[in-house]
């Protein structure tokens, strides 16, 4: 059977001691990606000096594209990292999320034709976030201190296959951890990029798979991942981005008109490569920006 060429993206803002674990864990994935993508949405050096460093020591191409901070544009900043993406599956996750070491090979076998993935996390208090950022922790046990869903630590391919149905809801929506297809990622136009500001892009996009028959599978008790704690970031009151939401599902639409194809033509510069496995930083690099 073919190897399914898979491109992991990792979403950053201003976070550079968190993204420096969420690398620290993809590193050392039993089945590596065949290209890590950081989707930065305006970070300063110091998360290019996290990049550099780990460049040094993951033996796939590691890209930084980066794009100036003007406003939350998660929507913008992901689609220009899926149209880099050589990969035909891309596994999403936030640049706060720490990986089980099987999380790409669990991520793998759970691919299926007309579905995209929605992955779980265990949800760290920030005594524990604190905690693994200053000792660089890559795991939690069930019984550790300061968790939320510690269920998200049992990892059981039976328990898997009981829960991992088609579905169509619109409840428990996370891009912290989440898997599509390229081809589907393309027929819907992406990320809707008319949403700016926190919120409801997962949800949206899950609405336009919905409408073109791709469904939803929840993929629990495998490609497990650990949330570091930060302070909420959901605006208070109505979300203007819900009224794009709901006009997306009460038309039914299935295409939104600001998105990835903007991003398929014309992308310039240059990505950086792959290195040797030695922990040591290196110096500045330039990365692709908008």
Known sequence: MKALKTSLV????????????????AARQSVLPDEIIVADDGSGPETQRVVDAWRELIPVPLHHLWQPHEGFRLARSRNRAIARASGEYLVIVDGDMVMHRHFIADHRLAARARSFI??????????TADQMLRCRLLDLGIFSPDVQRRRHCVRSRLLSRLLFFPRTGQRAIRGCNQAYWKHDLLAVNGFNEAMIGWGREDNEIAARLYHRGIVRRNLKFQALA?????????????????????????RRLTWCERGLDSHLAGLKGRMFGRSAPAMRPSGLRAVERA
């Open 10 to 25: 990792i979403t950053t803002y201003e976070w550079p001691a968190a993204l420096d674990l969420t690398l620290g864990s």
């Open 118 to 127: 929605q992955g779980v996390r265990l949800i760290t208090g920030s005594e």
């Open 226 to 250: 650990i949330h570091l704690h930060h302070p909420r970031r959901a605006p208070q009151g109505f979300n203007p981005n819900d009224y794009v939401l709901n006009d997306t599902l009460e």
